[in-house]
């Protein structure tokens, strides 16, 4: 691949070990096979990511702090990655799964409070973007189960795609109690150029005021093998433009986005791209870390 990235040499913008990463992952195969690995084109990343091993680029990525977020429909899955978080010095929160449509859901969540590591347990994702249904989001069960999300105190990631959008946007709207976090701007297709009807439905649902977003995910929907930061800005530029600042938060996307490039080298495209729109030093403070200690509520 190439890029235009450059480091941006401000101290004030984001100084070393305080970058927050609100989206990051981790598994190890002998303990969860994970079957959405075994495509060929999967195999630069069938292997196991360790805490260590993140650890490691997050030194180098001059990240503080990060959100573990869940990979698997399973809640053991969760539970374990609570332990882990618990005995880590970098993972500050967990996105856990639990099933929406179950009818003690309360309760489930409830004990995923209460297992150790619990009080991290921040919010909440399921796999919608595999889901066949378009509006699975919109089903009377599932809204019942985001509306026990909600009062159990947490947030809600949703990760979906462009087709999936509309129903997002009606369940936002019928939810104002819960905050949702829209991961990797529902993969917008970069490696075509195209922008709309992506474009259109991001603004429609950041006009909601109860949506925050994460900067992330890009890479891996470019051409892996041939993206640079020019092809990466108008789709952040309309993130920008629609959350701002201080509704959008950094992620890695980590390991996934090792099939396009190291998590180091995407921190400085977004470091380029936030700085090259003309944001100060405040504002990429925000989107670098800020938004993402409101949002998961870091450090309480």
Known sequence: MTSTATPDATPTATPTGTIVDAHHHLWELSRRPQTWLDPPRM????????????ADVAAEARIGRSVLVQVLPDAEETREFLALAERSDTVAAVVGWADLTRPDLAAELAALAAAPGGELLRGIRHLVQGESDPRWLARDDVREGLRQVAAAGLVYDLLVLPHQLPAAIETVRALPELTFVLDHLAKPPVASGELEPWAGLVRELAAEPNV??????????????????????PYADVALDAFGPGRLMFGSDWPVCLLAGALPLWAETVRALLTDAGLPAAERDAVFRGTAERVYRLGT
């Open 43 to 54: 195999a630069p990343i069938r292997r196991d990511f360790t805490p260590s091993d993140y």
């Open 212 to 233: 925050t977003a994460k900067l992330s995910g890009l890479i891996t929907e470019a051409d892996w093998d041939d993206w640079d930061a020019a092809r990466l800005r």
